[in-house]
């Protein structure tokens, strides 16, 4: 019989994650150097949640090196599209997982690993399949373009139980917009570490963006 892990001790998991600061940084590496110096300038500025998109040739390389190096770090991979990636992040000590979607596939992988999902949506029905595999938070995404703030506040009343951290397209501006909902647990974006910056490596000017984001309300 397959090992199936429960649902309430993820849902558990991935409350303290998200509850731990108001914005989760996504982003994307190819140098785990980078990563790690990147990721720094992040906890130091008070984001301590990172996801790491798996995007690049050495996505796994820069998420293990962020996990083993940069202390207090809490990382996750993001953009997980199968279950072989799935079991890849696992095994190199992801901390959670983010999905843009969720198949089947993806959701059965995810009953058999320790570690748990934050699987996308943008509608209610794609929402209601995965309330009814026992998820309690998801993100929403791409959050500007599949409605933003407005329609994710009509959601609550109805997706009842559901919490929601959305992401695509957040800016500083946007952000407050969205965490002053009440069915919003955190945000995700990019802006907290801005190409120019990793490229310059302008390591203080992320931290000063990622302590502004970190004393968002919510
Ligand atoms: C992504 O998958 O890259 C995230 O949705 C981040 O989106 P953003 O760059 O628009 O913040």
New binding site residues.
């Given amino acids: 019989m397959k090992l199936k892990i429960k649902m309430k001790n993820k849902n558990e998991r991935l409350s303290e994650v998200v509850g731990l600061a108001p914005v989760i940084p ?1 982003l ?1 590496f190819n140098d785990p150097e980078i990563a790690v110096q990147t990721s720094r300038a992040l906890v130091a500025g008070g984001l301590p949640v990172i ?1 790491i ?1 798996l ?1 690049t040739p050495q996505a796994l390389a820069c998420i293990s090196a962020v996990a083993k190096q940069v202390e207090g770090a809490v990382v996750g991979a ?2 997980v599209m199968t279950p072989g990636m799935m079991r890849d992040c696992v095994e190199i000590g992801c901390q959670f997982l983010v999905s ?1 979607g969720a198949t089947q596939d993806l959701i059965e992988a995810n009953q058999k690993v320790d570690v748990p999902l934050l699987p996308g949506v943008a509608t209610p029905s794609e929402a209601m399949g995965l309330m009814a595999e026992g998820y309690e938070f998801l993100k929403f ?4 373009q599949a409605g933003g703030p407005q329609y994710l506040k009509s959601l609550a009343p109805v997706l009842q139980g559901l919490k929601f951290c959305p ?5 500083a501006e946007k952000a407050p917009q969205y965490l002053a909902l009440d069915n919003v647990v955190c945000v ?4 907290v570490a801005p190409k120019e910056k990793i490229a310059a490596g302008d390591w203080d000017g992320i931290t000063e963006l990622a302590a502004a984001a970190s004393a968002l309300d919510r």
Avoid: D
């Fill in positions: 996504v994307q996801e998109t995007r993001g953009t843009p995404f791409p959050a500007e992401t695509g397209g957040l800016t995700g974006g990019s802006w």
